[in-house]
């Protein structure tokens, strides 16, 4: 399996930003305000395109080598496939023990308490 894969795409300036369409790739496009947010867009919508059209055995189209002004997009595919896997790391606390006696005879899973509590102080859904 290769590790890099480059797709050209045509950028169209809209009225609220930057729109790139891949050429080879029908239906697939990607926007951003500014065309340096497009084309990180259009990376992230590139890897999962390809990491699900390859997870469900197809063959992806070959690229359109020469497209007079259009923009080349690269993704790197081993760091895309990593961040859609959820990797977890052991972490030890400490709490209160009367804090944890209840939270045993409540049933409550410390993982997820703890995910829910640092993705919300870090401002993330």
């Avoid at 300036?13 to 729109?19: H, Q, R, S």
């Avoid at 050429?23 to 065309?35: C, F, H, K």
Wanted: proline share 4%.
């Amino acid at each position: 399996m290769k590790n890099n894969y480059i797709y050209p795409a045509r950028v169209t300036k809209e009225k609220e930003g930057v729109l790139l369409e891949f050429i080879d790739l029908e239906g697939v496009v990607a926007d951003g305000d500014t065309i340096d947010q497009a084309i990180i867009s259009a990376q992230e919508v590139l890897a999962l395109y390809i990491i699900d059209t390859l997870d469900q055995g197809k063959k992806l189209p070959e690229p359109t080598q020469v497209e007079e002004g259009a923009v080349y997009v690269h993704v790197w595919l081993p760091y895309y496939r990593n961040m859609t896997k959820e990797i977890y790391i052991k972490k030890t606390v400490t709490i209160p023990q009367w804090l944890d006696l209840l939270a045993k005879e409540n049933s409550i899973n410390f993982s997820a308490c703890m995910v829910k509590g640092i993705k919300e102080e870090l401002g993330i859904d």
